[in-house]
């Protein structure tokens, strides 16, 4: 069984960083990690994703530039830079992992996921 934890959310100003990590752990196969997040009131949104083997990795248009998605070697941590964050980005973030991927995110209703991480960014 998998097990998907976040830490690392927290209270920053705008243009300020913060750096998201995800621990997995379990042995089932898997192809891609990723990060999502979820205002209040609104759907659930990709964030970045990667291809755990390749590296490839993917961004939704709004945090391209500003966020870095990347993993250790032994592909059981995954991380999520975030840099000039911006008061939208205010967000329940979460990490999730899958053995089945489409554009670098697990396809819908597959994959682990852990219970999230508050990032919140004041103006």
């Known amino acids: 069984q998998m097990q998907v934890a976040e830490s690392g959310g927290g209270s920053v100003q705008a243009g300020g960083s913060l750096r998201l990590s995800c621990v997995i752990s379990?042995?089932?196969?898997?192809?891609?990690s990723a990060w999502y997040r979820q205002a209040p009131g609104k759907e659930r949104e990709r964030v970045a994703g990667?291809?755990?083997?390749?590296?490839?990795?993917f961004y939704t248009d709004s945090v391209d530039g500003r966020f870095t998605i990347s993993q250790d070697n032994s592909w059981n941590n995954l991380y999520l830079q975030m840099d000039n964050l911006k008061p939208e980005d205010t967000a329940l973030y979460y990490c999730?992992?899958?053995?089945?991927?489409?554009?670098?995110?697990?396809?819908?209703?597959?994959?682990?996921w852990g219970q999230g991480t508050q990032v919140t960014v004041s103006s």
């Open positions: 999730a992992t899958s053995g089945y991927c489409l554009y670098g995110y697990p396809k819908p209703d597959s994959g682990y």
């Open positions: 379990g042995s089932s196969y898997r192809e891609c």
């Open positions: 990667i291809y755990i083997r390749t590296g490839s990795t």
